[in-house]
């Protein structure tokens, strides 16, 4: 869901999360980085896509997908309370 979610914001403008991933940029509360174009320096990394060069860290808890998903949702300014359709 997380990836799902994440490749959508991706197409809808491919900057933040490029922005997020070449500054290593975690979520506020997160140690480590989400997004980054260097494997190594996340956690469990899987290809955002398979054109782009970016990779997403895996492998959180299900509590952590969701404040993920509204974190990342908050920084593309999208209100997932409005009925979001990605």
Same mark, same amino acid.
């Given at each position: ?6 490749? $959508? +914001? ?6 933040? !999360?490029?922005?997020?991933? =070449?500054?290593?940029e975690p979520f506020p509360t997160w140690a480590s ?13 899987? $290809? +955002? ?6 990779? !997403?860290?895996?492998?959180? =808890? ?7 998903i509204r974190a990342l949702l908050k920084k593309y ?10």
């Amino acid at each position: 869901m997380v990836r799902s979610v994440a490749r $959508k +914001l991706y197409e809808l403008d491919g900057t933040v !999360i490029e922005q997020m991933a =070449s500054n290593l940029e975690p979520f506020p509360t997160w140690a480590s980085p989400v997004f980054a174009y260097d494997k190594a320096a996340i956690r469990n990394p899987v $290809k +955002l896509k398979k054109d782009a060069d970016i990779y !997403i860290s895996t492998g959180y =808890s299900a509590y952590d997908c969701i404040c993920f998903i509204r974190a990342l949702l908050k920084k593309y300014n999208l209100d997932y309370r409005r009925g979001l359709r990605l």
